[in-house]
């Protein structure tokens, strides 16, 4: 897989000239680095990302337009690679990542993480170079009628390396909580041990509530597989981030206090993407750390939603 992998990106940026522009122009991305409350973040100035960040998601333009992850309505260029029968892997065109990857479910489907979680934990395994992540339908999915994953390099997001020294409650040997600048539930278990990891993710998808207008607890999911230094069955690692809030009121303001930005798994990675410049060139530490207070949730929420699972996992 992981040669197939490389064997698809190398060939689609030699045939397709949108894909090839916009990862050559990663190389004039400006980056610069942050800290919320003790946890670091990097700021991204990403234009190619506006077509995410500014993406309609409201059911009347779902409806209209045609889902641009459906076989039929990808460009004749785009290849992909099969996974396990059910799933298409792609080349992302609007990269974030060296090397970005959008996994769609074959069949035009809504977009829920229940039923797939397992799915993504094969991906974990399968992608091992890569950390997957899956945005909500309205926690950052630019295509919410459709059931997809993403994939990046791994270790491009500093939640990844940062997350054990942010471990606010041990809920039981495989379940954590932590406060990455939010609140968010980690599941650490051996791959072998799958069937556990789908389990804990269950019982923490049952915890969370669900709104009147949504189809599943909002959240943003990021994964990923570590392998064993003793040659072993490895481990893998999902961090569940527990939503409020679909897009943070600056989103929607005029004026200087407008910042287009709409959090999803990466930006809650530790990787803020902001497409237009001026906000990368004003957005402090204060920005960030009011965005992510208003789109997850606060520590009254998760003290409750802690204990919820203390409960569930016992």
Partial sequence: MKDQIIELFNQQLLEWDTARNFYAALNEVKVKETEVNGSKYQI???????????????????????CFLCSANRPAVQKGIDFNGHYTILINPFPIFP?????????????????????????????????????????????????????????????EKEWENHVTEKISDNLFAINYGFPAFVIKEKITNKAEAVSLFGKTYQALPVKDDETEPMMNVV????????????????VVIPRAKHRPDCYFAEGDENILISPAAVDLGGVFITPLEKDFEKITDKNVAEILGEVCLDKSAADKLTAKLKELSL
């Fill in 44 to 66: 991204q100035f990403n234009p190619a990302r506006i077509v995410s960040s500014g993406a309609k998601v409201d059911a009347k333009t779902i409806q209209e337009r045609k």
């Fill in 223 to 238: 994964a990923w597989y570590e392998t064993s230094a003793t040659g072993g069955e490895g481990t893998v690692v999902a």
């Fill in 99 to 159: 090397k970005h990857f959008t996994i769609v479910e074959k069949e035009h489907t809504e977009q829920l993480i229940l039923p797939r979680f397992g799915d993504m934990l094969d991906l974990a395994k399968a992608m091992e170079d890569y950390a997957i992540f899956y945005n909500g339908p309205k926690c950052g999915a630019s295509a919410p009628d459709h059931a997809h994953f993403q994939a990046g390099n791994k270790g491009f997001l500093p939640l």
